[in-house]
């Protein structure tokens, strides 16, 4: 059995046989409807910086030390973000706001695009098939008939998580195992959902699968002792890896890296025979 070309094997020493759980990140990982968002959180960090006097080097340096910073903490909640944000304002020199009132600033910028990528599918005048990354159907469908329960975690507000699940026509696969903060909430993480998930369902670490496009979840599924499966996903409408998702999932620790769904069946047959 081999694997299918789009998929990238980073460690040939992967876990091969049945898995038990599996574990996907929402966005960027299923739903595209937040997709461009690190530009709108990061042209909102540089704004506030430029208020303040507070960008001393050449602006594009100071883009790329904001954007890594938000890069690495992609898949903790929103707020943890901000947080950052705010003691890098302090550490420069300048009065940071509340974290609070940064994240409302960048939930008030997002929310207008978001809000329209909803009314889409809300009117039908989009198809969920045009928000997801894609096959995203197909990859949960063949996991359900192999009989694993699929669980969602994202960093994203649980209300809109919820309510994208329904939009995207995700619910006959993830419906009520979605974990979300809860009115933003900081101290959510996804390592006690994936403590929670293996325990509640008695299985080993090891007969977990992750998918993620975000480092935490990377992380913390091969903390927990599974098979991490980096989703290097592009924009809407464009094919192939993200290099720099790739990048910072193989930093992460991802198993194998795939840019979308497309060749899922195929990976799923070869992950689950012992090779
Ligand atoms: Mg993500």
């Known amino acids: 059995m081999h694997l299918p070309p789009s998929v990238e094997l980073v460690n ?5 046989g049945a898995f038990k759980v599996a574990l996907f990140d929402f966005d960027g990982t299923l739903s595209l409807i937040r997709e461009g968002w690190p530009r709108v959180m990061v042209d909102l960090m540089l704004d506030r ?29 929103t707020a943890r973000q901000m947080e950052r944000f705010a003691q890098e304002v302090t550490a420069r020199g300048g009065t940071p706001a509340e974290p609070a009132a940064y994240l409302q ?11 329209g990528r909803w009314e889409s599918l809300e009117s039908k005048r989009a198809q969920p098939s045009e928000w997801v990354v894609p096959n995203a159907h197909g990859v949960l469908r063949s996991l359900q008939e192999r009989g694993v329960p ?3 975690a994202s960093g994203t507000d649980l209300a809109h998580v919820s309510r994208e699940v329904e939009l995207l026509e ?4 993830v419906g009520g195992r979605v974990s979300a903060p809860k009115d933003n909430d900081a101290s959510f993480r996804k390592r006690d959902v994936i403590e929670k998930v293996v325990r509640e369902l008695g299985v080993r670490g090891e007969e977990l699968i992750g998918f993620g496009d975000g480092v935490v979840e990377t992380q913390e599924v091969k903390r927990a002792g599974g098979v991490a499966v980096g989703v ?3 924009e809407a409408g464009v094919r192939g890896v993200n290099a720099t998702k790739r990048g910072t999932l193989i930093g992460a620790g991802a198993d194998l890296i795939i840019p979308d769904y497309e060749h899922a069946p195929e990976l799923l047959a070869w992950l689950w025979s012992k090779g």
Do not use: K, W
């Open 12 to 16: 040939p020493g992967v876990r091969r």
């Open 49 to 77: 910086l430029r208020e303040q006097r507070l960008i001393t080097e050449p602006e594009a340096e100071c883009a790329a030390h904001v954007e890594a910073f938000v890069m690495a903490l992609n898949g903790h909640p």
């Open 105 to 115: 600033q960048y939930l008030d910028a997002l929310m207008g695009v978001v809000r």
């Open 150 to 152: 699929l669980f969602v």
């Open 170 to 173: 995700l619910t006959p696969y």
């Open 232 to 234: 290097a996903s592009s």
